[in-house]
């Protein structure tokens, strides 16, 4: 089955900082999301992207499907940025919409 | 709107015991997604519904699991003879469209915690 590796496994940044996640997939891609697992468990939707860019205030992504990666770019991070960060992808052959996790990006961001 | 909202949140079990877990995805969705997430890891794929048909259990990690949908609104995950192994959080998703390639949203999980 399709493989999703995410980099790097931990991060620690001080508030303010810039950084930039990345998520490699092995095959093609029907849908691919990035999530934020904040402190408290919920999985938050961030982003829906299974090519192109997008931008939502501080955040933005980059799905390069012909080239099997997504970055996430987090800029001027704040502390409520910490949490895990997923990225999950569904093959292009699979019918059903089920997604694969990547192993996450844990960020922590200090004041 | 609401979105999607699991029940019980947190739930004890003592190993040998059934267990049922609840989710209400957000109305009007046609697909319905159970995740494990175990500690430190990312959630795993247990089983899908569109609407009240379930096509895809390939993830249910046994027997012991079963899940329905009866009337392609609320969804309940049972487990039957709990082992510790089954301790993770359970997630339930939800997505309008019936052929993926749509926008998962999730609830807040239950984490279960068998003794």
């Known amino acids: 089955g399709i493989q999703v590796e995410q980099s790097p496994p931990d991060l620690i940044l001080q508030e303010g900082a810039n950084s930039t996640l990345r998520c490699n997939f092995s095959?093609?891609?029907?849908?691919l999301q990035w999530f934020h697992q904040n402190p408290w468990g919920q999985l938050i939707n961030l982003f829906y992207?299974?090519?192109g860019t997008k931008q939502n205030g501080r955040l933005s992504a980059t799905t390069v499907a012909t080239e099997r990666y997504s970055l996430l770019y987090i800029s001027s991070s704040q502390t409520t940025d910490s949490g895990v960060y997923f990225c999950?992808?569904?093959?292009?052959?699979?019918?059903?919409?089920?997604?694969?996790f990547g192993q996450g990006t844990e960020l922590s961001v200090k004041p | 709107g609401a979105g999607v909202s699991q029940s019980p949140r947190y739930k004890v079990a003592k190993r040998g015991q059934d267990v049922a877990l609840r989710c209400d995805p957000i109305?009007?969705?046609?697909?319905l997604f159970w995740y494990q997430q175990a500690l430190g890891q990312g959630p795993e794929f247990l089983t899908y519904?569109?609407?009240?048909?379930?096509?895809?259990k390939s993830g249910l990690p046994s027997d012991r699991f079963f899940a329905e949908r009866p009337e392609g609104s609320v969804s309940t995950l049972k487990i039957q003879r709990t082992q510790q192994e089954d301790s993770a959080v359970y997630l339930c998703?939800?997505?309008?469209?019936?052929?993926?390639?749509?926008?998962?949203?999730f609830g807040p999980g239950t984490r279960l915690t068998v003794l």
């Open positions: 109305s009007g969705h046609v697909s």
């Open positions: 998703a939800s997505s309008f469209m019936d052929r993926g390639a749509d926008t998962q949203y």
């Open positions: 095959d093609s891609v029907n849908n």
């Open positions: 519904f569109q609407n009240e048909a379930q096509l895809d």
């Open positions: 999950a992808v569904e093959g292009f052959y699979n019918q059903g919409g089920k997604l694969i």
């Open positions: 992207i299974p090519s």
